[in-house]
C-alpha cells in the first residue's frame, strides 16, 4: 500500500478527454455559431432550446451583441409568443399543482399544450423566411419547432436553477414573475422538469451545440458530437456525478468540516450525493470544463449505464440514490414516513416509492435511530397528539410513540415504506435508498421553524394513511436491523451483504479489505460508497483507474463486468456497494 494521505473529498469531480474541446464566452459562442449557420445549405437558421434556470433575460442581449459583430441582418425570434396567458397555462396545469403547498402530480403532458397552436404554426412560417442573413428562434421548447437549422441546447444544473428561483432571479415555464421559493420548486419537480426533459431528450441526437449555462455570462461549450461521444466514452468507465450540499433546520457540522464546504452557511443538512433527477456530471478538456445533467447519460447510454436487466425495469430511470444527512452537532430529524407503492403510484403518480436504508458512517456515542412504532404504542393516540402539535402548537415526545435504536458506525437500519422513523441527532447517515426522495409525510417535527422562520409543514393525513402499524420494535428488531452475512472471502478480503429484504428491490453488500478485491457487475451497476478508509482506486480493463476517496459515491456502469479494487491508503477499506437485485 502507498502512504496514507488526509482525506480529500473532492466536490467538483471532473472526467477528463484529451480530444474533448471545451469553449467559453460570448464572443466565442457567437464566432461558432455563425460558423455553423454559414455551412447550412438552405437556409441560416439557429435554434436555441434551454432548460428552466436559464436567466434568458441576460444571455441572450449578450449573445446578440456578440453576433451583431459578424453581420447586423438577423431576425431574433422567441417561443413566447407561442405561450398560453398565464391563466389558461395554470388551468392547464391544475390537476398536477394541487392545493397542497409541497406536493403535486407529476405532469405527464407536454411543453406544447402550454401553446397556442395557431401561434406555433404562424412562429414555424417564419423560419422559412429568407430577407436576413440570420433567423434565431430561441426560448423554451424551440427545438419543438424544427429538426433543421444548427440546433442548441443551453443546459443549466438543478442546483443552480434553484439557488437562482430562492433569489427570485428565475420563474417557471409559462409563468409571467417568481413566486415564493416553495411554490416554484414544487412546479419545478412536477411539471417543469419532466417536460422539459421530454424536449432535451429529443433533441439529444441533433444537438450542434452544447452550452453549459450555469454561469449566464460565461457560457461553456462543445459541439454535438464530441458531447456524444463523451457520453459514450463515460457510460464504459467508472464515474462520480456532481455533488452539491443544503443547509437545514436539524443541519450538522461533520460535512462542513470533513469536506470544507463554505463556511457562509449555518450547517450542511443534505448531500445530494447521488440522485438522479438532481446531479450533473462535469466533463473537462484538461483545461476547462462544463457541466451536463446525468439524465443526459442515462439517455444516450441507458443499457450501458444501468444494464440490460435494469433497463427492462426502469428504463432510462436511475433507480437507486446516495445521500447524506448530517444530524452531527446538529438535531433529530422530523419523525417521519413514505408512501407506500399504491399510494404514491394514485396520489402522485410516481412509478415506484419511497423504500430507504439509514447507513451510519460514523456517530457520536449515545446516537439513536428512531424506527417502528414502539410496542405498547396507540396510533390514535399518536395521531391525536401530532395533531395538537400542528393546531395547538404542544409538544410531545416521539419516544412515547415511536421505537428508537442505538446506533453505531457501519450499522444499517433498512426503512421500507410504510415505517415510521427518523434519525436522532449526532449521526452521519449514508442514505442508500429508492431514488424517489420528496415523499416525506412529516409527522411531527418538534414545533420548529425552517431557516427561513416559517414552521415546517406537517402532513397528517398522508402520514397516518400510509403507517404500517404491525412494524413495532419486535418486528423491526427481526426484520429491519440485519446482521452482516458473510458471501465469499479470500486473503485479506471479504464480502458480506447487509442488507437484503423482499421489501426493498435493491440489495446493499460491504466489501472489506486490507489490500485489494475484485468484482464483477453482471450487467447490473454498482453503486459505491467508500465508508472506511482513506482511498482507493478501481482498475477495469477498458479504462486507466480511477480513485475513490473516503466518503466519495461513485458508479460502476454495467458495461465494465469485471473490476478490481486497490487500498491506496494505510489502514483497511470498507465499501458499500447497492445494486438492484
Known amino acids: ?7 480529500s473529498y473532492r466536490t467538483h469531480p471532473t472526467h477528463h478527454f484529451p480530444w474533448l474541446e471545451i469553449k467559453a464566452g460570448h464572443s466565442a459562442l457567437a464566432a461558432t455559431l455563425y460558423d455553423l449557420a454559414c455551412r447550412e445549405a438552405d437556409s441560416r437558421l ?10 434568458w433575460n441576460r444571455f441572450i442581449p449578450e ?15 422567441s417561443t413566447e409568443q407561442c405561450f398560453q396567458s398565464t391563466e389558461a397555462i395554470e388551468d392547464v396545469l391544475a390537476p398536477s399543482l394541487t392545493s397542497d403547498p409541497v406536493f403535486g402530480r407529476l405532469f405527464h403532458g407536454h411543453l406544447e399544450d402550454l401553446w397556442v397552436q395557431e401561434h406555433s404554426t404562424a412562429l414555424r412560417s417564419t423560419l422559412q423566411e429568407h430577407d436576413v442573413d440570420l433567423i434565431i428562434v430561441y426560448g423554451f421548447g424551440a427545438s419543438c419547432l424544427t429538426t433543421e437549422g444548427v440546433q442548441v441546447y443551453i443546459d443549466v444544473p438543478k442546483d443552480r436553477c434553484q439557488h437562482l428561483a430562492a433569489q427570485q432571479r428565475v420563474f417557471n415555464v409559462g409563468a409571467a414573475a417568481p413566486q415564493r421559493f416553495g411554490e416554484m420548486y414544487k412546479r419545478f419537480y412536477f411539471v417543469d422538469w419532466p417536460m422539459l426533459n421530454k424536449v432535451k431528450r429529443a433533441q439529444l441526437p441533433h444537438i450542434d451545440l452544447f452550452v453549459d449555462g450555469t454561469e449566464s455570462t460565461e457560457p461553456r461549450f462543445t459541439n454535438g458530437n464530441d458531447f456524444r461521444r463523451a457520453l459514450r466514452a463515460l457510460a464504459q468507465q467508472p464515474f462520480r456525478v456532481k455533488p452539491w450540499f443544503a443547509p437545514g433546520p436539524w443541519g450538522g457540522q461533520w460535512m462542513k468540516e470533513q469536506f470544507g464546504l463554505p463556511a457562509d452557511q449555518p450547517n450542511y443538512a443534505w448531500s445530494f450525493e447521488l440522485i438522479a433527477p438532481e446531479n450533473g456530471v462535469l466533463l473537462g478538456d484538461g483545461q476547462c470544463s462544463l457541466e451536463c445533467s446525468f439524465d443526459y447519460l442515462l439517455w444516450a447510454e441507458t443499457d450501458a449505464v444501468l444494464g440490460v436487466p435494469v433497463a427492462a425495469r426502469y428504463g432510462s430511470y436511475f433507480p437507486i440514490r446516495f445521500d447524506y444527512l448530517d444530524t452531527m452537532g446538529g438535531a433529530n430529524l422530523s419523525c417521519q414516513v413514505h408512501p407506500r407503492l399504491d399510494y404514491i403510484r394514485n396520489e402522485f403518480g410516481e412509478p415506484f416509492t419511497q423504500d430507504e436504508t439509514y447507513y451510519i458512517v460514523t456517530n457520536e456515542p449515545g446516537s439513536k ?10 396510533v390514535s393516540h399518536f395521531q391525536e397528539a401530532a395533531l ?14 415511536v421505537n428508537s435504536e442505538s446506533s453505531a458506525p457501519h450499522d444499517l437500519f433498512l426503512i421500507p415504506s410504510g415505517t415510521v422513523h427518523c434519525s436522532g441527532a449526532n449521526n452521519l447517515v449514508l442514505e442508500i435508498s429508492a431514488t424517489p426522495y420528496i415523499y416525506t409525510f412529516k409527522i411531527y417535527d418538534y414545533l420548529r421553524k425552517d431557516l427561513s422562520g416559517n414552521l415546517r409543514h406537517v402532513h397528517l393525513n398522508h402520514a397516518f394513511a400510509n403507517i404500517d402499524a404491525g412494524r413495532r420494535t419486535n418486528w423491526v428488531r427481526q426484520h429491519l436491523c440485519p446482521r452482516p452475512v458473510l458471501l465469499r472471502q479470500g486473503e485479506g478480503w471479504r464480502e458480506y451483504a447487509i442488507g437484503n429484504i423482499e421489501h426493498l428491490f435493491f440489495a446493499i453488500h460491504r466489501l472489506e479489505f486490507t489490500d485489494q478485491i475484485s ?10 460508497n467508500l465508508v472506511e478508509g482513506e482511498r482507493c482506486e478501481i ?37 458499500v456497494k447497492a445494486f438492484v437485485k
Not at 500500500?1 to 482525506?7: C, G
Not at 439557429?46 to 436567466?55: K, S
Open 1 to 7: 500500500m502507498k502512504e496514507s494521505i488526509t482525506n
Open 46 to 55: 439557429i435554434i436555441i432550446d434551454g432548460f428552466v434556470g436559464l436567466e
Open 63 to 77: 449573445l446578440r451583441a456578440a453576433l451583431s459583430q459578424f453581420t447586423p441582418h438577423t431576425r431574433w425570434l
Open 369 to 378: 435511530v428512531f424506527l417502528g412504532l414502539r410496542e405498547d404504542a396507540n
Open 388 to 401: 395538537a402539535a400542528r393546531d395547538r402548537g404542544i409538544p410531545f415526545e416521539i419516544d412515547e410513540f
Open 519 to 528: 468484482d464483477d457487475t453482471q450487467d447490473r451497476f454498482h453503486a459505491l
Open 539 to 575: 482498475v477495469t480493463k477498458q479504462h486507466e483507474p480511477v480513485e475513490l476517496h473516503f466518503a466519495e459515491s461513485l458508479i460502476i456502469p454495467a458495461s465494465v463486468g469485471h473490476y478490481h479494487i486497490r487500498n491506496l491508503g494505510q489502514s483497511a477499506c470498507k465499501l
